[in-house]
Nanobody, 124 residues
Framework: QVRLVESGGGLVQTGGSLRLSCSVS????????LGWYRQAPGKQRELVAT???????KYADSVKGRFTISRDNAKNTVALQMNSLKPEDTAVYYC??????????????????WGQGTQVTVSS
C-alpha cells in the first residue's frame, strides 16, 4: 500500500504563488509515476503534471511555464510549485502515484493511489 498526504493549499490572489507538497510513504517498489491532478467544481478530474522515475515531466497545456513538478527522493516528497496563478486554477489538487502492478479494489484492477486533496483558491 502507498499513502499520499498533501499540504500547502490555500487562498491566493491572482498572480500569486503557492507550493503544494505530497508526502509519499509505504511500498514504493512498483510506483513508476508521481503526479498532480485537480478537480474544479462541476468538472472532471484533470492531469496537471506528472514526473517519471527517470525525471521526465509532462504538463497540462494550461499550466506550462507556470507550474513545476519536482521530487525529493531523500524526503519521499513530490512538490508542485505554482506561479502566476489564475482564477481558473481554483480546484482541489490531488497527489497521485501510479503503480506498474495493480491491486484489486472492489473486484477490479486499480493502478492509482490518491491523496485526500488540498484546496487551492485563486481570487480575482
Amino acid at each position: 500500500q502507498v499513502r499520499l498526504v498533501e499540504s500547502g493549499g490555500g487562498l491566493v490572489q491572482t498572480g500569486g504563488s503557492l507550493r503544494l507538497s505530497c508526502s509519499v510513504s509505504g511500498s514504493m517498489f512498483s510506483i513508476n509515476l508521481l503526479g498532480w491532478y485537480r478537480q474544479a467544481p462541476g468538472k472532471q478530474r484533470e492531469l496537471v503534471a506528472t514526473r517519471t522515475e527517470g525525471g521526465s515531466t509532462k504538463y497540462a497545456d494550461s499550466v506550462k511555464g507556470r507550474f513545476t513538478i519536482s521530487r525529493d527522493n531523500a524526503k519521499n516528497t513530490v512538490a508542485l510549485q505554482m506561479n502566476s496563478l489564475k482564477p481558473e486554477d481554483t480546484a482541489v489538487y490531488y497527489c497521485n502515484a501510479h503503480s506498474a502492478v495493480p491491486r484489486i479494489v472492489e473486484g477490479r484492477y486499480e493502478y492509482n493511489y490518491w491523496g485526500q486533496g488540498t484546496q487551492v483558491t485563486v481570487s480575482s
